[in-house]
């Protein structure tokens, strides 16, 4: 556990006590105490409302990550989890992607590390729900944006909803790029809320092609909600291979997987 030294603010204690539980999956009151330079007592008012918001489940001197599969983790901390997992996914990804191309992006923050690989393009057209790739793109003279709108949800800094839905009907793009919090041979791509599950739905079903793209801490995962099933063409792009069964079953599919080995 490391010491922080100067002042913190309540969310931002919140926010590093989740970054904590991400990495190790537990923690201990006293030494949150002790690293935040705080009293035991104000670490347990933090333990208790991030018990209320669903992101842990305290124990007995300390408390552990909620494994809950429709707990969405704010996007602050998933920025910071397998970022270089991630990272390496994005440059595979931008890698695929041609000049004129037209594409889709999700509000993940694999996404947003694909957009930060993507925004020297000189012709490229984006759609996305994501406000982070909207900015992202902001200031790149060579790509056209366009927004889904719709409903705002703050957790993600996403645009959700029928309206976000119906505004991708209008459209036919040459590549999806979306993400998924869980990967089952038997399940498929699942994610952790209904609202998110629908809008990638969307974004598969106006394109020409899928591009998956998850780290490989999601293997042999189910999450809440059902986005897609394997199929015949769909590309995976991962950091690492999975084991000798996925690789085996995506192959009968006709999934072509896409690592930094290949």
Known sequence: MWRWHGIMLAIERKNAILETLQKEQRVLVSELSQAYGVTEETIRRDLDKLEKEGFVKKTYGGAVLNENTNIEMPLRIREKTNRREKQTIAKLVAAMIEDGDSIILDSSSTSLMVAQELKDRKKLTVITN?????????????????????????????????????????????????????????????????????????????????????????????????????????????DSLPDDTWRQRLAEIGVVVVTEDL
């Open 130 to 238: 994501s406000l982070e790739v909207l900015i992202e793109f902001s200031k790149s003279k060579g790509v056209q944006v366009i927004s889904t709108g719709g409903l705002l949800k703050s957790s993600t800094l996403s645009l959700i909803g029928k309206n976000a839905e119906k505004t991708l009907e209008n459209f036919y793009v040459d590549k999806a790029i979306i993400s998924c919090k869980g990967l089952d041979i038997r399940k498929g791509a699942t994610d952790s809320a209904e609202d998110d599950a629908e809008i990638k739905k969307s974004m598969v079903s106006c394109s020409k092609q899928l591009i998956l793209i998850a780290d490989s801490t999601k293997f042999g995962t189910i999450s809440f909600a059902k986005v897609l099933d394997f199929r015949k063409g769909d590309i995976l792009v991962t």
